[in-house]
């Protein structure tokens, strides 16, 4: 049997950042698009153009910018979204729209309150509108797990004539178990007149822990094309995890007769650029991106390895790109190297002011630190995710105090305001410990009135001069933003990282979930 190409269909910026917080400002998902271009993946969704401006933008950003994937703008069966979604890809090499309805009786029925009949004319409708925009045109049955079967054939039938040349089938909640799950693709591909056109799609969620397992049940059975996320991310238990599908693929090429071009030494480096931009840290346990996942602990899988690396060891930690990635510059280097190690991570700020002051940065962290890792220069530019036009609050300085038998204090100067506006705030709070201090200083200028959902610190590497990233996460009014800061000082980084916030929470538009 001949192999034939699976195409890795990554929605990371757009079912990924569905997850709580999970968000992503333009210049982030430019970032991560880069990373995936790089890494090879086929298709980049990357974000639903009519949810806001912002997602439109970011969008067509994307588009203009990436060459070497094809970029997909998500619309549902409406001719607002469709245009919206055409007018985004715009500027793409390779452009797609993926239209999709809900097609189970109790969507159509509780959440679309149309018939079947008008369900099948949106669909077509769609199609054929897409068709004005590209010839790369994807449809997806909303819930199909939970559809009539012969339902589904009579809505893929009907898109296919329009011009659909993707399937996707999606198991929208979760529901599904490989058996299952492979059948009902093997099915459809049999019943459906003109299935041999197109190339047939699976979009697993993780509600029950199968979405990989339900993936790889249809590829199996005739799927050509998996979608998935970087780290599995996604809304709820999130969506099938690329790495996986991919490792599985490469690593059993005895049971598939298809093969991805992803390139796997990128899957850890975008592993850690996802985590780093979301606040999603990955599980230590996680398979082929967490940190334990080549280690060995028991004497008797060491003795193995250290013998004959295949007894417990059926990747190379190296293939998937768990290399150690030292930056080789000191607090000697010049602009120049730092700019060229900048590029060759991916990694583009918006400005040559951002430029300076990551630069600035990395001098002051090699003043601190004896090794800097590309893990290290990664958490530099992300303290650069709010541009200065819109950094309403600023951190000038600090000093903090902590003493046994004492409350801890914080001091802070605190700039507020833009431009010939901005006034300098110093104020001073206690708490029940110096981050509690900290950000209780910062809410005595801010009153932001907004509840603290998640507080998270992680070594960004290893040693005790490692920096401490900092992730916080507040939620206002029905809106969830992530902040982040990097300091080799955690209390600093608290800092940085809950003023990160606030930023985003003053200048970020709100966003709208494509399935409300």
């Known amino acids: 049997m001949s192999e034939q190409h699976l195409t890795i269909f990554d929605t990371t910026l757009r079912d990924g950042e569905q997850s709580p917080g999970a968000a992503m400002t333009r210049e982030e998902k430019l970032r991560i698009a880069r990373q995936l271009e790089r890494m090879r993946v086929d298709v980049i969704e990357a974000g639903f153009p009519s949810a806001s401006n912002g997602d439109f933008e970011a969008v067509r ?116 178990i490989p058996e299952l799950w492979g059948e009902r693709m093997r099915k459809l591909i049999e019943s459906v007149p003109g299935a041999d056109r197109v190339v047939w799609s699976t979009h697993c969620h993780n509600d029950l822990g199968l979405a990989v397992a339900n993936s790889l049940s249809a590829v199996l059975a005739g799927a050509r094309q998996v979608e998935c996320t970087i780290n599995g991310l996604g809304e709820r238990a999130g969506n099938a995890s690329l790495e996986e599908v991919v490792m599985a693929v490469r690593t059993r090429g005895d049971l598939f007769s298809c093969a991805t071009r992803i390139d796997t030494t990128q899957i850890v480096p975008a592993s850690k ?85 990551a630069f600035g940065r990395f001098k002051d962290l090699a003043d601190k630190k004896r090794e800097i890792f590309d893990e290290d220069i990664y958490a530099l530019a992300g303290d650069d995710t709010i541009a200065p036009d819109h950094e309403h609050y600023r951190l000038v300085s600090s000093m903090f105090h902590s003493e046994t038998g004492e409350a801890p204090v914080a001091k802070l100067t605190l700039a507020v305001g833009s431009g010939a506006a901005r006034v300098e705030h110093q104020v001073e709070a206690d708490g029940g410990g110096p981050v509690d201090a900290t950000f209780k200083a910062i809410e005595k200028v801010a009153a932001s009135g907004s509840d603290l959902l998640l507080y998270s610190v992680n070594a960004i590497t290893t040693g005790t001069d490692a920096q401490g990233e900092v992730t ?30 606030l930023n985003k929470l003053e200048a970020g538009p709100e966003r709208v979930n494509p399935q409300v």
């Open 273 to 357: 650029l996802v985590s780093q931009i979301t606040g999603y840290p990955v599980q230590p346990n996680k398979a082929i991106v967490g940190a334990n996942a080549f280690a060995h602990e028991s004497g008797i899988h060491q003795d193995g390895v250290l013998k004959h690396r295949e007894t417990y060891e059926i990747m190379r930690a190296e293939d998937v790109g768990w290399t150690t990635n030292r930056l080789t510059l000191g607090k000697l280097s010049g602009r120049s190297a730092f700019k060229s190690r900048l590029k060759e991570l991916g990694i583009e700020l918006h400005s040559e002011e951002a430029l300076n002051a």
């Open 472 to 501: 916080v996460r507040l939620s206002k009014n029905g809106r969830i933003v992530n902040g982040q800061g990097a300091d080799t000082d955690i209390i600093v980084a608290s800092a940085k990282a809950y003023i990160n916030a």
């Open 61 to 176: 950003a994307i588009a203009e910018t990436i060459k070497e994937s094809t970029v997909c703008g998500l619309a549902r069966a409406n001719e607002t979204d469709v245009r919206r979604a055409g007018e985004a890809i715009k500027p793409a090499k390779s452009g797609r729209i993926h239209t999709f309805i809900a097609t189970s009786p109790i969507h159509m029925e509780k959440k679309l309150r149309m018939s079947p009949d008008q369900v099948v004319d949106a669909a077509v409708a769609a199609v054929k509108l897409a068709g004005e925009y590209t010839a790369d045109i994807e449809f997806s049955a909303e819930d199909a797990v939970r559809s009539d079967f012969d339902f589904l054939v009579r809505v893929f039938d009907a898109v296919i004539k329009a011009g659909a040349t993707t399937i996707n089938v999606p198991d929208t909640v979760g529901y599904s």
